[in-house]
Protein backbone atom coordinates (compact mmCIF):
# COMPACT_ATOMS: atom_id res chain seq x y z
CA UNK A 1 0.00 0.00 0.00
CA UNK A 2 3.14 2.45 0.94
CA UNK A 3 4.76 1.72 -2.42
CA UNK A 4 0.77 2.27 -4.46
CA UNK A 5 0.04 5.89 -2.57
CA UNK A 6 3.90 7.13 -3.47
CA UNK A 7 3.52 6.19 -6.88
CA UNK A 8 -0.09 7.94 -7.09
CA UNK A 9 1.51 11.12 -5.78
CA UNK A 10 3.97 10.54 -8.05
CA UNK A 11 1.57 10.50 -10.78
CA UNK A 12 -0.64 13.50 -9.79
CA UNK A 13 3.19 15.72 -9.55
CA UNK A 14 3.39 14.69 -13.06
CA UNK A 15 0.17 15.93 -14.20
CA UNK A 16 0.83 19.24 -12.46
CA UNK A 17 3.99 19.17 -14.09
CA UNK A 18 2.25 18.81 -17.57
CA UNK A 19 -0.38 21.39 -17.08
CA UNK A 20 2.57 23.66 -16.08
CA UNK A 21 4.36 23.10 -18.93
CA UNK A 22 0.86 23.38 -21.20
CA UNK A 23 0.51 26.72 -19.70
CA UNK A 24 4.06 28.46 -20.36
CA UNK A 25 3.67 26.54 -23.90
CA UNK A 26 0.56 28.66 -24.27
CA UNK A 27 2.52 32.06 -23.43
CA UNK A 28 5.58 31.14 -25.44
CA UNK A 29 2.74 30.94 -28.13
CA UNK A 30 1.82 34.70 -27.12
CA UNK A 31 4.59 36.09 -27.44
CA UNK A 32 5.61 34.48 -30.96
CA UNK A 33 2.26 35.71 -32.04
CA UNK A 34 2.34 39.55 -30.87
CA UNK A 35 6.40 39.33 -32.22
CA UNK A 36 4.92 37.94 -36.13
CA UNK A 37 2.29 40.77 -35.88
CA UNK A 38 4.38 43.29 -34.86
CA UNK A 39 6.56 42.15 -37.41
CA UNK A 40 4.38 41.41 -40.76
CA UNK A 41 1.51 43.49 -39.51
CA UNK A 42 -0.64 40.71 -39.29
CA UNK A 43 -4.32 41.09 -38.59
CA UNK A 44 -5.40 40.82 -34.98
CA UNK A 45 -8.26 39.50 -35.51
CA UNK A 46 -6.85 36.33 -36.88
CA UNK A 47 -4.03 36.58 -34.13
CA UNK A 48 -6.69 36.45 -31.59
CA UNK A 49 -8.13 33.49 -33.43
CA UNK A 50 -5.34 31.59 -33.23
CA UNK A 51 -4.52 32.34 -29.94
CA UNK A 52 -7.89 31.25 -28.30
CA UNK A 53 -8.25 28.05 -30.64
CA UNK A 54 -4.21 27.39 -29.53
CA UNK A 55 -5.22 28.18 -25.89
CA UNK A 56 -8.12 25.37 -25.96
CA UNK A 57 -5.83 22.98 -27.53
CA UNK A 58 -3.43 23.26 -24.97
CA UNK A 59 -5.69 23.25 -22.32
CA UNK A 60 -7.24 19.83 -23.86
CA UNK A 61 -4.15 18.48 -24.04
CA UNK A 62 -2.93 19.18 -20.53
CA UNK A 63 -6.11 17.21 -19.28
CA UNK A 64 -5.70 14.72 -21.64
CA UNK A 65 -2.22 13.84 -20.54
CA UNK A 66 -2.71 14.25 -16.81
CA UNK A 67 -5.41 11.65 -16.75
CA UNK A 68 -3.13 9.48 -19.07
CA UNK A 69 -0.31 9.79 -16.97
CA UNK A 70 -2.64 9.21 -13.97
CA UNK A 71 -3.72 5.99 -15.71
CA UNK A 72 -0.41 4.89 -16.37
CA UNK A 73 1.20 5.80 -13.15
CA UNK A 74 -1.25 3.48 -11.29
CA UNK A 75 -1.00 0.93 -13.73
CA UNK A 76 3.02 0.96 -13.28
CA UNK A 77 2.77 1.05 -9.48
CA UNK A 78 0.35 -2.14 -9.09
CA UNK A 79 2.51 -3.48 -11.67
CA UNK A 80 5.76 -2.75 -9.90
CA UNK A 81 4.32 -3.97 -6.55
CA UNK A 82 3.48 -7.08 -8.30
CA UNK A 83 6.74 -7.34 -9.25
CA UNK A 84 8.39 -6.21 -6.94
CA UNK A 85 7.10 -9.29 -4.95
CA UNK A 86 7.72 -11.59 -7.45
CA UNK A 87 11.30 -10.28 -7.70
CA UNK A 88 11.68 -10.88 -3.78
CA UNK A 89 10.56 -13.99 -3.25
CA UNK A 90 12.49 -15.10 -6.33
CA UNK A 91 15.80 -13.43 -5.07
CA UNK A 92 15.17 -14.78 -1.16
CA UNK A 93 14.94 -18.31 -3.10
CA UNK A 94 18.40 -18.06 -5.25
CA UNK A 95 19.96 -15.92 -2.34
CA UNK A 96 19.64 -18.83 -0.25
CA UNK A 97 20.86 -21.20 -2.78
CA UNK A 98 23.44 -19.03 -3.79
CA UNK A 99 24.69 -18.55 -0.36
CA UNK A 100 24.61 -22.43 0.21
CA UNK A 101 26.78 -22.66 -2.92
CA UNK A 102 29.08 -19.87 -1.78
CA UNK A 103 29.65 -21.42 1.66
CA UNK A 104 30.08 -24.98 0.18
CA UNK A 105 32.23 -23.45 -2.17
CA UNK A 106 34.35 -21.39 0.80
CA UNK A 107 34.32 -24.54 2.64
CA UNK A 108 35.63 -26.97 0.02
CA UNK A 109 38.37 -23.63 -0.22
CA UNK A 110 39.68 -23.92 2.98
CA UNK A 111 40.01 -27.73 3.10
CA UNK A 112 41.67 -26.98 0.66
CA UNK A 113 44.11 -24.70 1.59
CA UNK A 114 44.76 -26.42 5.11
CA UNK A 115 45.32 -29.74 2.86
CA UNK A 116 48.16 -27.43 1.11
CA UNK A 117 49.25 -25.79 4.07
CA UNK A 118 49.43 -29.09 6.34
CA UNK A 119 51.58 -30.73 3.05
CA UNK A 120 53.65 -27.57 2.82
CA UNK A 121 54.20 -28.02 6.40
CA UNK A 122 55.12 -31.88 6.31
CA UNK A 123 57.33 -30.50 3.80
CA UNK A 124 59.34 -27.91 5.57
CA UNK A 125 59.38 -30.12 8.25
CA UNK A 126 61.01 -32.73 6.18
CA UNK A 127 63.60 -30.34 4.66
CA UNK A 128 64.50 -29.11 8.20
CA UNK A 129 64.98 -33.01 9.56
CA UNK A 130 66.94 -33.91 6.58
CA UNK A 131 69.25 -30.74 6.74
CA UNK A 132 69.87 -31.25 10.99
CA UNK A 133 70.57 -34.80 9.50
CA UNK A 134 73.09 -33.39 7.21
CA UNK A 135 74.93 -31.71 9.70
CA UNK A 136 74.99 -34.40 12.41
CA UNK A 137 76.06 -37.52 10.36
CA UNK A 138 78.88 -35.51 9.50
CA UNK A 139 80.05 -34.52 12.82
CA UNK A 140 79.49 -37.96 13.99
CA UNK A 141 81.71 -39.35 11.13
CA UNK A 142 83.76 -37.08 12.76
CA UNK A 143 83.59 -37.93 16.24
CA UNK A 144 84.17 -41.79 14.78
CA UNK A 145 86.80 -41.62 12.31
CA UNK A 146 89.03 -38.36 12.84
CA UNK A 147 92.49 -39.71 13.79
CA UNK A 148 93.49 -36.57 16.11
CA UNK A 149 90.32 -37.70 18.25
CA UNK A 150 91.53 -41.33 18.33
CA UNK A 151 95.19 -40.28 19.59
CA UNK A 152 92.65 -38.06 22.20
CA UNK A 153 91.13 -40.96 23.40
CA UNK A 154 94.44 -42.94 23.61
CA UNK A 155 95.99 -40.16 25.95
CA UNK A 156 92.85 -40.52 27.90
CA UNK A 157 93.16 -44.56 28.28
CA UNK A 158 96.89 -43.62 29.88
CA UNK A 159 95.66 -41.07 31.83
CA UNK A 160 92.98 -43.37 33.41
CA UNK A 161 95.58 -45.66 33.91
CA UNK A 162 97.56 -42.66 36.63
CA UNK A 163 95.05 -43.72 38.65
CA UNK A 164 95.95 -47.15 39.42
CA UNK A 165 99.57 -45.90 40.06
CA UNK A 166 98.61 -43.08 42.84
CA UNK A 167 96.18 -46.05 44.46
CA UNK A 168 99.26 -48.17 44.84
CA UNK A 169 101.23 -45.97 47.14
CA UNK A 170 98.79 -47.42 49.83
CA UNK A 171 98.79 -50.76 49.18
CA UNK A 172 101.29 -52.96 51.22
CA UNK A 173 104.58 -53.98 49.24
CA UNK A 174 105.29 -57.97 48.94
CA UNK A 175 108.60 -58.77 48.08
CA UNK A 176 109.67 -62.40 47.79
CA UNK A 177 113.41 -63.40 47.38
CA UNK A 178 115.53 -66.69 46.40
CA UNK A 179 119.24 -67.79 46.39
CA UNK A 180 121.70 -70.53 46.72
CA UNK A 181 125.10 -69.57 48.12
CA UNK A 182 127.89 -72.04 48.21
CA UNK A 183 130.96 -71.56 50.21
CA UNK A 184 133.87 -74.03 50.71
CA UNK A 185 136.38 -72.56 53.88
CA UNK A 186 140.14 -74.05 54.70
CA UNK A 187 141.63 -72.99 58.06
CA UNK A 188 144.70 -73.76 59.47
CA UNK A 189 147.23 -72.05 62.46
CA UNK A 190 150.85 -71.56 63.03
CA UNK A 191 152.86 -71.34 66.46
CA UNK A 192 155.57 -68.26 67.48
CA UNK A 193 157.96 -69.41 64.53
CA UNK A 194 155.61 -69.26 61.91
CA UNK A 195 155.88 -73.29 61.78
CA UNK A 196 152.82 -74.41 59.88
CA UNK A 197 151.35 -77.47 61.13
CA UNK A 198 149.85 -80.34 58.28
CA UNK A 199 146.38 -81.16 58.27
CA UNK A 200 147.19 -84.20 60.64
CA UNK A 201 148.99 -82.15 63.30
CA UNK A 202 145.13 -80.85 63.89
CA UNK A 203 146.13 -77.63 63.32
CA UNK A 204 144.63 -77.61 59.52
CA UNK A 205 140.89 -77.88 59.03
CA UNK A 206 138.10 -77.35 55.97
CA UNK A 207 134.26 -76.41 55.51
CA UNK A 208 131.90 -76.12 52.98
CA UNK A 209 128.47 -75.06 53.12
CA UNK A 210 125.86 -75.13 50.34
CA UNK A 211 122.67 -73.58 51.34
CA UNK A 212 119.65 -72.32 49.91
CA UNK A 213 117.75 -69.47 51.61
CA UNK A 214 114.81 -67.77 50.50
CA UNK A 215 112.53 -64.94 52.64
CA UNK A 216 109.34 -62.83 51.68
CA UNK A 217 109.00 -59.25 53.09
CA UNK A 218 105.71 -57.25 53.48
CA UNK A 219 105.93 -53.70 53.82
CA UNK A 220 102.74 -51.50 54.51
CA UNK A 221 103.52 -47.69 55.12
CA UNK A 222 101.16 -46.21 57.96
CA UNK A 223 101.38 -42.38 57.35
CA UNK A 224 103.32 -40.23 55.50
CA UNK A 225 102.29 -36.95 56.52
CA UNK A 226 98.72 -37.25 54.57
CA UNK A 227 100.79 -37.30 51.41
CA UNK A 228 99.40 -40.25 49.68
CA UNK A 229 96.05 -39.82 50.30
CA UNK A 230 96.77 -36.39 48.84
CA UNK A 231 98.70 -37.67 45.80
CA UNK A 232 95.78 -39.68 45.13
CA UNK A 233 93.34 -37.02 45.15
CA UNK A 234 96.03 -35.05 42.94
CA UNK A 235 96.31 -37.37 40.33
CA UNK A 236 92.21 -38.35 40.61
CA UNK A 237 91.55 -34.52 39.76
CA UNK A 238 94.23 -34.38 37.12
CA UNK A 239 93.27 -37.24 34.92
CA UNK A 240 89.18 -34.98 35.67
CA UNK A 241 90.72 -32.02 34.41
CA UNK A 242 92.86 -33.96 31.36
CA UNK A 243 89.33 -35.40 30.07
CA UNK A 244 87.68 -32.51 30.51
CA UNK A 245 90.70 -30.70 27.80
CA UNK A 246 90.17 -34.17 25.31
CA UNK A 247 87.28 -33.18 25.56
CA UNK A 248 87.49 -29.53 24.73
CA UNK A 249 89.44 -30.77 22.49
CA UNK A 250 86.95 -32.85 20.58
CA UNK A 251 84.64 -29.62 20.56
CA UNK A 252 86.88 -27.73 19.16
CA UNK A 253 87.60 -30.30 16.33
CA UNK A 254 83.95 -30.14 15.84
CA UNK A 255 83.25 -26.67 15.44
CA UNK A 256 86.28 -26.48 13.10
CA UNK A 257 84.31 -29.00 10.90
CA UNK A 258 81.18 -27.44 11.24
CA UNK A 259 82.38 -23.98 10.46
CA UNK A 260 83.88 -25.80 7.26
CA UNK A 261 80.68 -27.23 6.17
CA UNK A 262 78.79 -24.10 6.48
CA UNK A 263 81.40 -22.60 4.30
CA UNK A 264 80.77 -25.56 2.02
CA UNK A 265 76.96 -24.51 2.00
CA UNK A 266 77.62 -20.98 1.43
CA UNK A 267 80.35 -21.96 -1.28
CA UNK A 268 77.80 -23.95 -2.73
CA UNK A 269 75.20 -21.18 -2.89
CA UNK A 270 77.54 -18.46 -4.00
CA UNK A 271 78.73 -20.87 -7.07
CA UNK A 272 75.14 -21.29 -8.12
CA UNK A 273 74.26 -17.32 -7.86
CA UNK A 274 77.64 -17.24 -10.10
CA UNK A 275 76.32 -19.35 -12.77
CA UNK A 276 72.81 -17.58 -12.86
CA UNK A 277 74.76 -14.51 -13.28
CA UNK A 278 77.12 -15.41 -15.95
CA UNK A 279 74.05 -16.67 -18.08
CA UNK A 280 72.48 -13.06 -17.83
CA UNK A 281 75.37 -11.87 -18.61
CA UNK A 282 75.27 -14.23 -21.72
CA UNK A 283 71.91 -13.30 -22.51
CA UNK A 284 72.44 -9.60 -22.51
CA UNK A 285 75.89 -10.09 -24.41
CA UNK A 286 73.96 -11.62 -26.94
CA UNK A 287 71.17 -9.17 -27.11
CA UNK A 288 73.76 -6.28 -27.23
CA UNK A 289 75.69 -8.71 -30.04
CA UNK A 290 72.86 -8.43 -32.22
CA UNK A 291 72.09 -4.63 -31.39
CA UNK A 292 75.47 -3.96 -32.50
CA UNK A 293 75.28 -6.26 -35.73
CA UNK A 294 72.14 -4.21 -36.61
CA UNK A 295 73.46 -0.72 -36.17
CA UNK A 296 71.15 0.01 -33.02
CA UNK A 297 73.95 -0.64 -30.77
CA UNK A 298 78.07 0.04 -30.07
CA UNK A 299 80.72 -1.94 -29.92
CA UNK A 300 81.84 -0.49 -26.89
CA UNK A 301 78.73 -1.93 -25.04
CA UNK A 302 79.91 -5.27 -26.27
CA UNK A 303 83.06 -5.00 -24.99
CA UNK A 304 81.77 -4.30 -21.56
CA UNK A 305 79.40 -6.84 -21.37
CA UNK A 306 82.20 -9.43 -22.95
CA UNK A 307 84.90 -7.85 -19.95
CA UNK A 308 82.52 -8.29 -17.12
CA UNK A 309 81.19 -11.44 -18.32
CA UNK A 310 84.88 -12.60 -18.05
CA UNK A 311 85.32 -11.36 -14.66
CA UNK A 312 82.18 -13.17 -13.53
CA UNK A 313 83.82 -16.48 -15.39
CA UNK A 314 86.51 -15.81 -13.21
CA UNK A 315 84.98 -15.32 -10.09
CA UNK A 316 83.12 -18.24 -10.61
CA UNK A 317 86.78 -20.65 -11.53
CA UNK A 318 88.27 -18.90 -8.29
CA UNK A 319 85.01 -20.04 -6.07
CA UNK A 320 85.03 -23.77 -7.63
CA UNK A 321 88.37 -23.99 -6.43
CA UNK A 322 87.53 -23.07 -2.77
CA UNK A 323 84.68 -25.11 -2.44
CA UNK A 324 86.77 -28.39 -3.87
CA UNK A 325 89.53 -27.57 -1.20
CA UNK A 326 87.01 -27.16 1.59
CA UNK A 327 85.41 -30.50 0.28
CA UNK A 328 88.75 -32.42 0.64
CA UNK A 329 89.33 -30.91 3.98
CA UNK A 330 86.04 -31.98 5.61
CA UNK A 331 86.38 -35.06 4.06
CA UNK A 332 89.91 -35.59 6.00
CA UNK A 333 88.67 -34.52 9.37
CA UNK A 334 85.47 -36.86 9.19
CA UNK A 335 87.41 -39.86 7.50
CA UNK A 336 84.31 -40.16 5.02
CA UNK A 337 82.87 -38.76 1.97
CA UNK A 338 80.84 -36.02 1.76
CA UNK A 339 77.16 -36.40 0.47
CA UNK A 340 76.68 -33.55 -2.50
CA UNK A 341 72.94 -33.43 -1.73
CA UNK A 342 73.84 -31.39 1.82
CA UNK A 343 71.20 -28.40 3.10
CA UNK A 344 71.79 -25.43 5.22
CA UNK A 345 69.69 -26.08 8.37
CA UNK A 346 67.63 -23.17 9.18
CA UNK A 347 69.03 -22.95 12.74
CA UNK A 348 70.51 -25.48 15.59
CA UNK A 349 68.38 -24.79 18.54
CA UNK A 350 66.38 -21.89 20.46
CA UNK A 351 68.46 -19.24 21.02
CA UNK A 352 66.30 -16.97 22.56
CA UNK A 353 67.57 -18.18 26.24
CA UNK A 354 69.38 -15.31 28.57
CA UNK A 355 72.83 -14.34 29.58
CA UNK A 356 72.79 -14.99 32.88
CA UNK A 357 70.54 -18.52 31.60
CA UNK A 358 73.53 -19.53 28.93
CA UNK A 359 76.14 -18.62 31.55
CA UNK A 360 74.66 -21.28 34.14
CA UNK A 361 74.23 -23.79 32.03
CA UNK A 362 78.00 -22.86 30.59
CA UNK A 363 79.47 -23.48 33.89
CA UNK A 364 77.86 -26.78 34.55
CA UNK A 365 78.71 -28.52 31.23
CA UNK A 366 81.57 -26.16 29.18
CA UNK A 367 84.65 -28.72 29.39
CA UNK A 368 87.22 -26.01 29.39
CA UNK A 369 85.20 -24.99 32.93
CA UNK A 370 85.16 -28.37 34.08
CA UNK A 371 88.94 -28.66 33.34
CA UNK A 372 89.88 -25.21 35.16
CA UNK A 373 87.94 -26.59 38.19
CA UNK A 374 89.65 -29.83 38.31
CA UNK A 375 92.70 -28.34 37.87
CA UNK A 376 92.59 -25.78 40.82
CA UNK A 377 91.40 -29.04 42.90
CA UNK A 378 94.39 -31.17 41.91
CA UNK A 379 96.47 -27.93 42.71
CA UNK A 380 95.40 -27.72 45.78
CA UNK A 381 95.78 -31.42 47.11
CA UNK A 382 99.44 -30.57 45.28
CA UNK A 383 100.32 -28.92 48.26
CA UNK A 384 99.22 -31.25 50.96
CA UNK A 385 100.95 -33.77 48.88
CA UNK A 386 104.22 -31.49 49.75
CA UNK A 387 103.88 -32.38 53.54
CA UNK A 388 105.97 -35.79 52.69
CA UNK A 389 109.03 -33.89 53.58
CA UNK A 390 107.96 -32.37 56.40
CA UNK A 391 105.77 -34.45 58.68
CA UNK A 392 106.98 -38.15 60.14
CA UNK A 393 106.40 -41.18 58.27
CA UNK A 394 105.49 -44.76 59.66
CA UNK A 395 105.91 -47.86 58.01
CA UNK A 396 105.36 -51.58 58.84
CA UNK A 397 107.49 -54.06 58.38
CA UNK A 398 107.16 -57.76 58.06
CA UNK A 399 109.62 -60.61 56.71
CA UNK A 400 110.65 -64.18 57.02
CA UNK A 401 113.00 -66.38 55.92
CA UNK A 402 114.47 -69.85 55.68
CA UNK A 403 117.97 -71.28 54.81
CA UNK A 404 118.71 -75.02 53.99
CA UNK A 405 121.89 -76.33 53.54
CA UNK A 406 122.00 -79.41 51.56
CA UNK A 407 126.30 -80.24 52.12
CA UNK A 408 127.75 -81.32 55.15
CA UNK A 409 129.64 -79.03 57.46
CA UNK A 410 132.86 -81.06 57.14
CA UNK A 411 133.41 -84.96 56.41
CA UNK A 412 133.17 -85.85 59.89
CA UNK A 413 130.65 -84.24 60.58
CA UNK A 414 127.07 -85.74 59.30
CA UNK A 415 125.06 -82.96 60.96
CA UNK A 416 123.73 -80.29 57.92
CA UNK A 417 122.53 -76.93 59.51
CA UNK A 418 119.51 -74.69 58.49
CA UNK A 419 117.70 -71.53 59.59
CA UNK A 420 114.29 -69.92 59.82
CA UNK A 421 112.99 -67.02 60.67
CA UNK A 422 110.19 -64.08 61.29
CA UNK A 423 110.77 -60.50 61.46
CA UNK A 424 108.17 -57.44 62.14
CA UNK A 425 109.50 -53.87 62.61
CA UNK A 426 107.97 -50.79 63.03
CA UNK A 427 109.90 -47.88 61.28
CA UNK A 428 109.55 -44.13 62.05
CA UNK A 429 111.44 -41.91 60.27
CA UNK A 430 111.48 -37.92 61.28
CA UNK A 431 112.78 -35.55 59.12
CA UNK A 432 114.94 -32.54 60.73
CA UNK A 433 116.47 -30.80 58.13
CA UNK A 434 116.90 -31.48 54.46
CA UNK A 435 118.42 -28.41 53.40
CA UNK A 436 114.87 -26.34 52.77
CA UNK A 437 114.10 -28.87 49.57
CA UNK A 438 110.34 -29.57 51.13
CA UNK A 439 109.58 -26.14 52.29
CA UNK A 440 110.40 -24.90 48.92
CA UNK A 441 108.43 -27.86 46.86
CA UNK A 442 105.66 -26.55 49.09
CA UNK A 443 105.80 -22.74 48.50
CA UNK A 444 105.66 -23.86 44.52
CA UNK A 445 102.74 -25.91 45.25
CA UNK A 446 101.34 -22.79 46.44
CA UNK A 447 102.02 -20.81 43.67
CA UNK A 448 100.76 -22.78 41.40
CA UNK A 449 97.47 -23.49 43.58
CA UNK A 450 96.97 -19.50 42.61
CA UNK A 451 97.86 -19.37 39.01
CA UNK A 452 95.33 -22.21 38.35
CA UNK A 453 92.61 -20.04 40.72
CA UNK A 454 93.31 -17.17 38.80
CA UNK A 455 93.32 -19.24 35.48
CA UNK A 456 90.11 -20.22 36.72
CA UNK A 457 88.37 -16.53 37.31
CA UNK A 458 90.02 -15.36 33.83
CA UNK A 459 87.90 -18.54 31.95
CA UNK A 460 84.83 -17.66 33.64
CA UNK A 461 85.26 -13.91 32.20
CA UNK A 462 85.82 -15.13 28.66
CA UNK A 463 83.19 -17.25 28.49
CA UNK A 464 80.76 -14.59 29.79
CA UNK A 465 82.21 -12.22 27.48
CA UNK A 466 81.96 -14.81 24.63
CA UNK A 467 78.08 -15.35 25.16
CA UNK A 468 77.39 -11.92 25.04
CA UNK A 469 79.99 -11.61 21.75
CA UNK A 470 77.86 -14.74 19.79
CA UNK A 471 74.41 -13.39 21.34
CA UNK A 472 75.09 -10.16 19.33
CA UNK A 473 77.04 -12.11 16.24
CA UNK A 474 73.40 -13.71 16.66
CA UNK A 475 71.49 -11.06 16.51
CA UNK A 476 73.17 -9.07 13.95
CA UNK A 477 73.26 -12.33 11.33
CA UNK A 478 69.42 -12.55 11.96
CA UNK A 479 69.20 -8.79 10.85
CA UNK A 480 71.42 -9.63 7.63
CA UNK A 481 69.18 -12.54 6.80
CA UNK A 482 65.99 -9.82 7.10
CA UNK A 483 67.88 -7.19 5.09
CA UNK A 484 69.52 -9.36 2.88
CA UNK A 485 66.07 -10.58 1.93
CA UNK A 486 64.62 -6.97 1.41
CA UNK A 487 67.93 -5.97 -0.62
CA UNK A 488 67.30 -9.03 -3.18
CA UNK A 489 63.48 -7.90 -3.89
CA UNK A 490 64.77 -4.49 -4.33
CA UNK A 491 67.74 -5.32 -6.65
CA UNK A 492 65.43 -7.59 -8.67
CA UNK A 493 62.79 -4.98 -9.31
CA UNK A 494 65.47 -2.16 -10.16
CA UNK A 495 67.06 -4.57 -12.57
CA UNK A 496 64.27 -5.39 -14.21
CA UNK A 497 63.37 -1.09 -14.32
CA UNK A 498 66.53 -1.11 -15.73
CA UNK A 499 65.69 -3.84 -18.46
CA UNK A 500 63.06 -2.20 -19.27
CA UNK A 501 64.04 1.39 -19.55
CA UNK A 502 67.09 -0.06 -21.53
CA UNK A 503 65.06 -1.57 -24.26
CA UNK A 504 62.91 1.83 -24.36
CA UNK A 505 66.61 3.51 -25.10
CA UNK A 506 66.52 5.43 -21.46
CA UNK A 507 69.52 3.61 -19.72
CA UNK A 508 72.49 2.28 -21.33
CA UNK A 509 73.96 -1.23 -21.18
CA UNK A 510 76.49 -0.51 -18.10
CA UNK A 511 73.44 0.60 -15.80
CA UNK A 512 72.25 -3.05 -16.53
CA UNK A 513 75.04 -4.82 -16.15
CA UNK A 514 75.66 -2.49 -12.70
CA UNK A 515 72.30 -3.30 -11.87
CA UNK A 516 72.95 -6.98 -12.19
CA UNK A 517 75.77 -7.05 -9.82
CA UNK A 518 74.26 -5.60 -7.23
CA UNK A 519 71.71 -8.04 -7.34
CA UNK A 520 74.24 -10.92 -7.38
CA UNK A 521 76.01 -9.40 -4.49
CA UNK A 522 72.65 -8.84 -2.64
CA UNK A 523 72.60 -12.48 -2.84
CA UNK A 524 76.28 -13.14 -1.96
CA UNK A 525 75.16 -10.90 1.28
CA UNK A 526 72.36 -12.89 2.44
CA UNK A 527 74.08 -16.38 1.86
CA UNK A 528 77.20 -14.64 4.03
CA UNK A 529 74.71 -13.89 7.04
CA UNK A 530 72.96 -16.91 6.74
CA UNK A 531 76.84 -18.62 7.17
CA UNK A 532 77.54 -16.57 9.77
CA UNK A 533 74.21 -17.26 11.51
CA UNK A 534 74.95 -21.03 11.78
CA UNK A 535 78.19 -20.26 12.65
CA UNK A 536 77.58 -17.90 15.69
CA UNK A 537 74.74 -20.82 16.86
CA UNK A 538 77.46 -23.18 16.88
CA UNK A 539 80.14 -21.26 18.87
CA UNK A 540 77.31 -20.95 21.13
CA UNK A 541 76.71 -24.05 21.42
CA UNK A 542 80.50 -24.87 22.11
CA UNK A 543 80.64 -21.86 24.84
CA UNK A 544 77.83 -24.17 26.59
CA UNK A 545 79.64 -27.49 26.19
CA UNK A 546 76.82 -28.82 24.16
CA UNK A 547 78.75 -29.28 20.94
CA UNK A 548 78.94 -33.00 21.25
CA UNK A 549 77.18 -36.31 20.67
CA UNK A 550 74.91 -35.64 23.83
CA UNK A 551 73.89 -32.52 22.90
CA UNK A 552 73.79 -32.96 19.04
CA UNK A 553 71.32 -35.55 20.40
CA UNK A 554 73.30 -38.73 17.92
CA UNK A 555 73.87 -40.95 20.78
CA UNK A 556 70.36 -42.14 21.23
CA UNK A 557 69.91 -39.04 23.80
Not at 56 to 85: F, G, L, Q, R, V
Not at 152 to 175: D, F, G, H
Not at 255 to 283: C, G, N, R
Request: hydrophobic share 35%; glycine share 6%.
Amino acid sequence: MCCCSFLLVCGFCGAKETAAKGHSQTRGTKTVLEAVSSTEKMNSTDAKSKTTSTEKMNSTDAKSKTTSTEKINSTDAKSKITSTEKMNSTDAKSTGLDTGKVSNKKARNKNGESLASSKEAQITAAAKKKAIADLLTVLKNTLENNKQIKALEKELTSAELEKNVAASTMRPTVQASTGYRFSDTSQWASDDNNAFKNKNGGRFSTSRDGKIHGGVAVKQNLFHGGADVAHIENVDYSVQAKKSEIEATKQKILLDVASIYFKILSKKKEIQHLQAHIDATKSLLDVVSEREKTGEGRYAEVMEAQARLASAESKLANSQAEHKALVASIEESMGASLSENITPPQRLFDDSMGESQAFDIALKQNPAVIAAVDKLRAAKHNIKEQNRGIYPSVDLTYSYSQDINHMKDRPSNPLRDSSRGHTVSLDVAIPIYDGGVANTRRKQAIEAATKASIEKEKLFDDIRVGIVTMRANMEAARKGIESGDVAIKAQELALHDTEEEYKAGIKIITNVLDAQEKLFEARTLEVESRKNYLLAQCQMLSLLGMLNAKGLKFDGG
